[in-house]
């Protein structure tokens, strides 16, 4: 009778919040519907927009990338249909690959999407040494994240290229860092636009996470050099946790480093926190205060 209870009630309060924000759903159903378009749009620009040199590098990778996720999970649904051979499967794994299909449609998608507006934003940016580094780091980042995260075992043999471009990625965005914190209105737009303030947040924002990523990547590659350089960890997902627990300077001490390798890369972790940190509030207040 309890779990009745609670299963009932549950439901009614959701109801009741679904029908309260009728004006706030109608707003996400639009704000959804236009994310939509923008994605459609998105997907058109890549083979319209540019130079036909850049139509059509971006259009390999697209569709290259594309086809190569639809085949994983094409083959891995395929091979769990093939275990069972049953009729029932075969149309659920029909229906499983056509949902999968449109939800990876939309995510690359969506992916794009974002990717193209960080591109936008960073290539208006007036400081061309800012937009460099930042357009250089983005483009490692994301190429050596691409790959993390479809196949890891792609980065076995490459360790010290991987290291070194993951070095350079660093260092490109402490550049950025140091002269956001001397001087924030480097991140001004070219277009002489007046949201430099909100330039400065999103910027911040950006290079936080692409610093993240860029020590997470680190951290990984240094488990693959040196099997069993943290302690408990069973994945990639561990190092992660460990990264962002390392990185807000909280440390459990559920995982804790053994190598000399591992343990510089923790020092690198917490120090660099400190610097974000430091240079995110001061970039973003010192700007509003002046």
Same mark, same amino acid.
């Given at each position: %009778?309890?779990?009745?209870?609670?299963?009932? !009630?549950?439901?009614?309060?959701? $109801?009741?919040?679904?029908?309260?924000?009728?004006?706030?759903? /109608?707003?996400?159903?639009?704000? #959804?519907? /236009?994310?939509?378009?923008?994605?459609?749009?998105?997907? /058109?620009? #890549?083979?319209?927009?540019?130079?036909?040199?850049?139509?059509? %590098?971006?259009?390999?990778?697209?569709?290259?990338?594309?086809?190569?996720?639809?085949?994983?999970?094409?083959?891995? +649904?395929?091979?769990?249909? $093939?275990?069972?051979?049953?009729?029932?499967?075969?149309?659920?794994?029909?229906? !499983?690959?056509?949902?999968?299909?449109?939800?990876?449609?939309?995510?690359?998608?969506?992916?794009?999407?974002?990717?193209?507006? +960080?591109?936008?934003?960073?290539?208006?940016?007036?400081?061309?040494?800012? /937009?460099?580094?930042?357009?250089?780091?983005?483009? $490692?980042?994301?190429?050596?994240?691409?790959?993390?995260?479809?196949?890891?075992?792609?980065?076995?043999?490459?360790?010290?290229?991987?290291?070194?471009?993951?070095?350079?990625?660093? #260092? *490109? @965005?402490?550049?950025?860092?140091?002269? *956001?914190?001397?001087?924030?209105?480097?991140?001004?737009?070219?277009?002489?636009?007046?949201?430099?303030?909100?330039?400065?947040?999103?910027?911040?924002?950006? *290079?936080?996470? %692409?610093?993240?990523? @860029?020590?997470?990547?680190?951290? !990984?590659?240094? @488990?693959?050099?040196?099997?069993?350089?943290?302690?408990?960890?069973? @994945?990639?997902?561990?190092?992660?946790?460990?990264?962002?627990?390392?990185?807000?300077?909280?440390?459990?001490?559920?995982?804790?480093?053994?190598?000399?390798?591992?343990?510089? +890369?923790?020092?690198?972790?917490?120090?660099?926190?400190?610097? !974000?940190?430091?240079?995110?509030?001061?970039?973003?207040?010192?700007?509003?205060?002046?």
């Amino acid at each position: %009778m309890g779990k009745v209870l609670i299963v009932v !009630c549950t439901i009614i309060v959701l $109801l009741s919040i679904i029908v309260s924000n009728n004006k706030k759903n /109608k707003r996400l159903i639009k704000s #959804i519907y /236009k994310t939509l378009k923008e994605i459609n749009k998105t997907y /058109k620009a #890549i083979f319209t927009e540019g130079t036909i040199f850049i139509k059509i %590098m971006h259009g390999g990778i697209f569709v290259v990338s594309e086809i190569l996720v639809i085949l994983m999970v094409v083959s891995s +649904i395929t091979n769990y249909v $093939l275990t069972q051979q049953t009729l029932i499967h075969y149309v659920f794994a029909g229906i !499983c690959i056509l949902v999968a299909l449109l939800i990876l449609h939309l995510s690359i998608g969506y992916i794009l999407l974002i990717t193209t507006g +960080i591109q936008k934003f960073i290539g208006n940016v007036k400081d061309e040494d800012l /937009k460099g580094n930042l357009l250089l780091s983005y483009f $490692l980042l994301s190429v050596y994240f691409t790959v993390f995260l479809f196949d890891p075992k792609q980065f076995e043999g490459i360790h010290i290229i991987a290291l070194a471009g993951l070095l350079i990625s660093y #260092i *490109l @965005n402490l550049k950025v860092l140091i002269r *956001l914190i001397k001087n924030p209105v480097h991140i001004k737009s070219k277009h002489g636009d007046n949201n430099t303030a909100s330039r400065i947040t999103i910027i911040s924002v950006l *290079l936080l996470i %692409m610093v993240i990523l @860029n020590l997470f990547l680190a951290t !990984c590659l240094i @488990n693959q050099i040196y099997p069993g350089s943290f302690s408990n960890v069973s @994945n990639n997902f561990d190092l992660f946790y460990y990264t962002i627990i390392t990185f807000t300077t909280v440390g459990y001490g559920d995982i804790i480093p053994v190598t000399v390798p591992a343990k510089l +890369i923790g020092i690198i972790i917490s120090t660099t926190s400190v610097i !974000c940190i430091t240079i995110f509030l001061s970039s973003v207040l010192s700007y509003k205060e002046s």
